[in-house]
């Protein structure tokens, strides 16, 4: 078992070949991670097996729709693998085709930490594509959009704006993003440069981004009957062995999504709203900051503190607010929770009397 992204794990039943997918399997955690820090000190309740049942809602979802996924089902406790409408009680455990992670060359230049991908090229198959692909159909208040708009990462026209945004914003069209996948840590880059990275040729990226829409439309159609506004959301993509895209990973939940609720965020937001208001994510800006400056490869070494465990009242209301989305958005009562618009209201009168 290894660990993947810092709040699942990866098991793996069967390797895949050069050109046959293998067969993997999710064990979502309670874990969280934000800010690129791995997993934190402590535990949010019940988290990965609501993630674990939204994503597998979803993804049968978009299988309907007929978009190829790599998901198999869920894994019962009994170890029998089941769709969702025949799970009889919460799992977190998700079974999927398991294909070939190829990883970039690291290197330095100039004092610069750079990435071979030398090894992507249109003939892979059976493959990550190493980037993951973004759609923003809003800008919610903590949207990187921002940042990277004062820092002059990026500019309004290359976001297809006529309009420097506000916080809160609702896009007449969504903005389509990328970035770095494998690398230690992710950067935005340009369309044209994720073209070469991931060796796509011209109809490749038209395809990546005609499937990207569909996703957005379907978690978009998803999310609104359980009263949740789809902003933004990542999804990542693979190629099978015949080189067709195939979506991977995990769509639709609280951590690939950012999702409002009658104004709210309901997403890993909250959790990274407490954090933004302590020393350690000062110290972590700082951080990478500075391993940019010196080349140094992980960043976290050079953090002067650790991250405080989260204050329990809030934790205990995130923890709510993981399963009743849950329950709303499959439409299926899984946990014995209160509904959506209660455990928000929780939420909310916290954050005021915070």
Not at 66 to 92: A, C, D, W
Not at 94 to 118: A, C, H, I, Q, T
Not at 133 to 145: A, F, H, K, T, V
Not at 310 to 339: C, G, P, R
Request: charged share 30%; with cysteine; glycine share 6%.
């Amino acid at each position: 078992m290894e660990a993947m992204g810092s709040v699942k794990d990866l098991e793996v039943v069967k390797k895949p070949a050069k050109d046959a997918m293998g067969v993997g399997r999710f064990h979502f955690s309670d874990r969280y991670s934000v800010f690129d820090w791995g997993a934190m000190p402590d535990h949010i309740e019940g988290k990965g097996a609501a993630l674990c049942l939204m994503g597998a809602y979803c993804f049968e979802r978009l299988e309907q729709k007929g978009i190829k996924t790599h998901y198999r089902g869920l894994v019962t406790k009994e170890g029998k693998l089941v769709t969702f409408e025949e799970l009889m009680q919460p799992t977190s455990v998700m079974e999927f085709d398991l294909v070939n992670v190829l990883r970039p060359k690291v290197y330095r230049e100039n004092g610069k930490l750079k990435y071979d991908y030398s090894m992507f090229t249109p003939n892979l198959r059976n493959c990550l594509i190493p980037l993951e692909i973004m759609y923003r159909n809003g800008l919610p208040e903590g949207s990187s959009i921002f940042k990277r708009l004062e820092r002059g990462l990026v500019k309004i026209e290359d976001l297809g704006l006529d309009h420097y945004p506000k916080p809160g914003e609702r896009l007449s069209k969504p903005i389509f993003d990328v970035s770095t996948k494998l690398e230690e840590k992710d950067r935005y880059v340009s369309w044209r440069e994720a073209q070469k990275i991931a060796g796509l040729t011209d109809e490749e990226v038209e395809n990546v981004k005609a499937l990207l829409s569909r996703v957005n439309e379907a978690i978009t159609q998803i999310s609104s009957k359980a009263g949740l506004e789809n902003e933004d959301g990542k999804v990542e993509l693979a190629f099978d062995v015949e080189r067709r895209l195939v979506v991977v990973d995990v769509v639709g939940t609280l951590d690939e999504c950012r999702f409002t609720y009658d104004g709210i965020q309901v997403s890993k937001e909250m959790v990274r709203q407490f954090y933004r208001r302590t020393s350690w994510y000062r110290n972590v800006e700082e951080a990478k900051k500075r391993a940019e400056t010196e080349a140094v490869r992980d960043w976290r070494k050079l953090c002067k503190s650790s991250p405080p465990k989260l204050d329990q009242t809030l934790k205990t209301i995130i923890s709510e607010v993981y399963l009743a989305a849950a329950n709303e958005l499959t439409n299926h009562k899984l946990f014995d929770v209160q509904s959506l618009a209660q455990v928000i209201e929780k939420y909310r009168n916290y954050v005021i009397t915070d």
